[in-house]
């Protein structure tokens, strides 16, 4: 397993060994011992999976407060263009986001600390998606990002005549009028 560093501090992608022969293929895909290794210390309480087709658009979202989630998402089947942004004012790279396929195919993941917005865009027919949170889902604590905010110019990989999205998502304040999350 190799967990890589990117451009947005405490944003980490993790390509797990593939072992496959003729039956199928085998993958770790969380290993405490070696996510600490590398600085990742969330301690995940749940896991969640959801199933979308192509144009769906999830996000952005956050949660606020002590319900901040971090995050280790992954897709079993399909892709999605994935994206995390900096929410964390004081950050060097606040407003900044960082954007990568993610699929069945190259079984990469990606963890997302507190401090960071949310959301994917499904490029394939059909997607199943699974995802890791070190926090429990708050409704009260729900926050999100405008998906089109003009200052964030997110590129998420499918034409908007496709994009399908909850009308939630639609309702989301731009970024500059969000509440932010303050880093320490």
């Not at 195919?105 to 059909?126: C, D």
């Not at 309702?171 to 303050?182: Q, V």
Request: charge should be negative.
């Amino acid at each position: 397993m190799q967990i890589i560093d990117t451009f947005l501090p405490g944003v980490k992608i993790i390509e797990p060994q593939l072992f496959g022969d003729e039956r199928g293929y085998f993958l770790e895909t969380w290993t405490q011992e070696k996510f600490r290794a590398a600085g990742i210390e969330a301690e995940f309480i749940q896991d969640n999976e959801s199933k979308s087709h192509f144009g769906v658009l999830r996000g952005l979202h956050y949660q606020a407060g002590v319900y901040a989630q971090a995050k280790l998402v992954r897709v079993i089947s399909g892709a999605v263009w994935d994206v995390a942004v900096d929410i964390r004012r004081g950050s060097p790279t606040y407003g900044k986001y960082l954007g990568l396929e993610l699929s069945g195919t190259n079984h990469r993941q990606i963890f997302i600390p507190r401090g960071f917005a949310h959301g994917f865009a499904v490029l394939s027919k059909e997607v199943i998606f699974a995802y890791k949170c070190d926090n429990v889902y708050m409704p009260s604590a729900e926050r999100g990002i405008k998906f089109d905010d003009p200052d964030l110019q997110i590129d998420w990989h499918v034409d908007p005549g496709k994009w399908i999205l909850s009308e939630k998502d639609t309702r989301w304040p731009d970024f500059k009028d969000i509440e932010p999350w303050f880093a320490e």
